[in-house]
Protein backbone atom coordinates (compact mmCIF):
# COMPACT_ATOMS: atom_id res chain seq x y z
CA UNK A 1 0.00 0.00 0.00
CA UNK A 2 1.38 3.42 -0.66
CA UNK A 3 -0.22 7.32 -0.66
CA UNK A 4 -3.17 6.83 -3.50
CA UNK A 5 -5.12 9.68 -2.92
CA UNK A 6 -5.42 13.10 -0.84
CA UNK A 7 -7.57 12.43 2.14
CA UNK A 8 -8.49 14.44 5.37
CA UNK A 9 -7.35 12.34 8.39
CA UNK A 10 -9.65 10.64 10.70
CA UNK A 11 -8.09 11.57 13.92
CA UNK A 12 -8.09 15.24 12.59
CA UNK A 13 -11.85 15.02 12.23
CA UNK A 14 -12.53 13.95 16.24
CA UNK A 15 -9.15 16.12 17.65
CA UNK A 16 -11.00 18.98 15.42
CA UNK A 17 -14.26 19.21 17.30
CA UNK A 18 -12.35 19.06 20.43
CA UNK A 19 -10.59 21.97 19.76
CA UNK A 20 -6.91 20.69 19.47
CA UNK A 21 -6.31 21.98 15.89
CA UNK A 22 -6.65 26.23 16.06
CA UNK A 23 -5.72 27.71 12.54
CA UNK A 24 -5.75 31.38 13.64
CA UNK A 25 -3.56 33.46 11.94
CA UNK A 26 -1.93 34.84 15.53
CA UNK A 27 -1.84 33.12 18.55
CA UNK A 28 -2.70 29.23 16.42
CA UNK A 29 -1.27 25.89 16.50
CA UNK A 30 1.85 25.52 14.28
CA UNK A 31 1.62 23.03 11.42
CA UNK A 32 4.45 21.31 9.08
CA UNK A 33 4.58 19.49 5.71
CA UNK A 34 6.70 16.34 5.59
CA UNK A 35 7.40 15.08 2.41
CA UNK A 36 7.37 10.92 1.26
CA UNK A 37 8.47 8.67 -1.46
CA UNK A 38 6.46 6.36 -3.41
CA UNK A 39 6.46 3.61 -0.54
CA UNK A 40 5.09 5.44 2.63
CA UNK A 41 1.68 4.44 3.51
CA UNK A 42 0.06 7.46 4.15
CA UNK A 43 -4.03 7.98 4.47
CA UNK A 44 -7.10 8.61 6.15
CA UNK A 45 -6.11 6.29 9.08
CA UNK A 46 -2.89 7.95 9.30
CA UNK A 47 -2.89 9.30 12.32
CA UNK A 48 0.26 10.89 13.23
CA UNK A 49 3.99 12.55 11.77
CA UNK A 50 6.12 9.20 11.25
CA UNK A 51 9.42 9.29 9.09
CA UNK A 52 8.49 5.43 7.92
CA UNK A 53 4.71 5.42 7.92
CA UNK A 54 3.43 1.70 7.59
CA UNK A 55 6.54 0.19 8.86
CA UNK A 56 8.20 0.59 5.88
CA UNK A 57 12.20 1.73 5.30
CA UNK A 58 13.29 5.67 4.52
CA UNK A 59 10.04 6.49 3.06
CA UNK A 60 10.23 10.19 4.66
CA UNK A 61 12.72 11.47 1.80
CA UNK A 62 15.81 12.00 2.92
CA UNK A 63 17.68 15.22 4.15
CA UNK A 64 18.64 17.54 1.58
CA UNK A 65 19.96 21.39 0.68
CA UNK A 66 17.21 23.16 2.97
CA UNK A 67 14.77 19.87 3.74
CA UNK A 68 15.70 17.67 6.50
CA UNK A 69 13.16 15.14 8.28
CA UNK A 70 9.86 16.51 9.61
CA UNK A 71 10.12 18.86 7.07
CA UNK A 72 8.93 22.87 6.83
CA UNK A 73 7.12 24.87 9.14
CA UNK A 74 3.69 26.03 7.22
CA UNK A 75 3.18 29.92 7.36
CA UNK A 76 -0.42 31.05 7.74
CA UNK A 77 -1.07 34.26 5.82
CA UNK A 78 -3.68 36.81 7.11
CA UNK A 79 -6.30 35.57 6.70
CA UNK A 80 -5.56 32.11 7.34
CA UNK A 81 -9.36 31.23 7.82
CA UNK A 82 -12.23 32.35 6.28
CA UNK A 83 -15.87 31.59 5.65
CA UNK A 84 -17.90 31.93 2.60
CA UNK A 85 -21.49 30.45 1.12
CA UNK A 86 -21.93 28.03 4.03
CA UNK A 87 -18.05 26.82 3.42
CA UNK A 88 -15.37 27.06 6.30
CA UNK A 89 -11.61 27.66 4.17
CA UNK A 90 -8.00 27.34 5.34
CA UNK A 91 -5.41 28.79 3.66
CA UNK A 92 -1.31 28.26 3.86
CA UNK A 93 1.13 29.98 1.65
CA UNK A 94 3.27 27.49 -0.55
CA UNK A 95 6.65 26.17 0.80
CA UNK A 96 9.85 25.63 -0.76
CA UNK A 97 12.25 23.55 0.05
CA UNK A 98 15.92 25.12 -1.82
CA UNK A 99 19.30 23.51 -2.68
CA UNK A 100 17.52 19.90 -2.63
CA UNK A 101 18.03 16.68 -4.70
CA UNK A 102 14.82 14.32 -3.78
CA UNK A 103 12.04 12.42 -5.13
CA UNK A 104 8.49 12.91 -3.34
CA UNK A 105 5.13 10.91 -4.32
CA UNK A 106 3.60 13.25 -1.16
CA UNK A 107 3.38 15.02 2.06
CA UNK A 108 1.60 14.91 5.07
CA UNK A 109 0.66 18.09 7.01
CA UNK A 110 0.62 17.73 10.77
CA UNK A 111 0.44 19.58 14.00
CA UNK A 112 3.24 20.46 16.34
CA UNK A 113 0.96 22.16 18.69
CA UNK A 114 -1.98 19.99 19.48
CA UNK A 115 -3.65 20.39 22.83
CA UNK A 116 -5.43 17.26 22.30
CA UNK A 117 -4.92 13.98 20.36
CA UNK A 118 -1.63 12.02 21.05
CA UNK A 119 0.20 15.50 21.50
CA UNK A 120 2.67 17.01 19.13
CA UNK A 121 2.88 15.10 15.73
CA UNK A 122 -1.03 15.15 15.16
CA UNK A 123 -2.20 14.21 11.32
CA UNK A 124 -3.87 16.77 9.53
CA UNK A 125 -4.47 15.41 6.33
CA UNK A 126 -2.43 13.36 3.27
CA UNK A 127 -1.71 14.81 -0.54
CA UNK A 128 -0.71 12.84 -2.94
CA UNK A 129 0.95 14.22 -5.77
CA UNK A 130 -0.34 11.84 -8.52
CA UNK A 131 3.39 11.10 -9.43
CA UNK A 132 6.46 11.25 -8.09
CA UNK A 133 8.03 14.91 -8.71
CA UNK A 134 11.67 15.30 -8.36
CA UNK A 135 13.80 18.63 -8.09
CA UNK A 136 18.06 18.38 -8.70
CA UNK A 137 20.08 20.57 -7.30
CA UNK A 138 17.06 23.53 -7.41
CA UNK A 139 14.03 24.09 -5.61
CA UNK A 140 11.15 21.93 -4.67
CA UNK A 141 7.78 23.95 -4.46
CA UNK A 142 4.56 22.65 -2.67
CA UNK A 143 1.87 24.91 -4.21
CA UNK A 144 -1.38 25.26 -2.28
CA UNK A 145 -4.98 25.87 -3.89
CA UNK A 146 -6.37 28.91 -4.08
CA UNK A 147 -8.42 30.15 -0.81
CA UNK A 148 -11.41 29.81 -2.05
CA UNK A 149 -14.63 27.38 -1.20
CA UNK A 150 -14.10 25.31 -3.77
CA UNK A 151 -10.22 24.99 -3.78
CA UNK A 152 -8.37 25.37 -0.78
CA UNK A 153 -6.85 22.98 1.16
CA UNK A 154 -9.45 22.23 3.88
CA UNK A 155 -13.11 22.91 3.65
CA UNK A 156 -15.57 22.31 5.62
CA UNK A 157 -19.15 22.53 4.09
Do not use: W
Amino acid sequence: MAITTNAICNSFKKELLEGAHKFQFTSGSAFKLALYNSNAVLGASTTNYATNPGGGANTEVANSGSYSAGGGALVKPNPSVSMASATAIVDFSNLSFTSVSLTARGALIYNTTTSGGSGTTDSVCVLDFGADKTATSGTFTVQFPAFTTSAAILRIA
